[in-house]
């Protein structure tokens, strides 16, 4: 898989990018992910995930994760279908994901875990998402959350 990282807040350590790499990499390969997928993890100050937040999802706060899966299909948008002869091996971008240094140091504390396993709990969280995985209904929410733990504890970064 192919993950394009950002750090916009200049804070992260390299170590701490390549483990979020390396988790994501896992979960890909857990969930049977195509190896030409690509996706991007940008992080970001509270006051710049605000924005995002606002701007697009119509909450006035800054939140500790958000991601936005290319493939999520609307209603005012028909699916992109190729017949067999159309189809070529182009690279299957699933989506961005933001995460907030600011939350994500606020919520370690506040969990009484490391900054780097709530860290990857928000990236894991947010690939997810990506992959189609989503918890608002109780059904819904069993399931993205078992599956969370259990890659979670499968790559050994437990709480």
Do not use: C, W
């Not at 939350?103 to 900054?115: C, D, I, L, N, V």
């Amino acid at each position: 898989m192919d993950i394009t990282m950002e750090d916009e807040t200049k804070t992260l350590e390299q170590k701490q990018m390549e483990d979020v790499n390396d988790l994501l990499e896992f979960a890909a390969n857990y969930l049977h992910l195509p190896e030409n997928t690509e996706m991007s993890v940008t992080f970001m100050t509270d006051e710049a995930i605000h924005v995002i937040n606002r701007d697009y999802r119509h909450v006035d706060r800054p939140t500790d994760v958000i991601s936005f899966a290319l493939e999520e299909e609307t209603a005012d948008e028909p699916p992109v279908i190729f017949s067999e002869d159309q189809m070529i091996d182009i690279p299957r971008n699933i989506g961005d994901i933001m995460i907030s240094i600011d939350k994500t140091k606020a919520q370690a504390e506040e969990y009484g875990h490391s900054f780097e396993r709530e860290l990857g709990f928000l990236a894991l969280h947010g690939f997810l998402h990506l992959n189609g995985y989503d918890h608002m209904e109780k059904e819904d929410e069993k399931v993205m959350f078992s599956l969370q733990k259990e890659i979670l504890d499968a790559y050994g970064l437990k709480r």
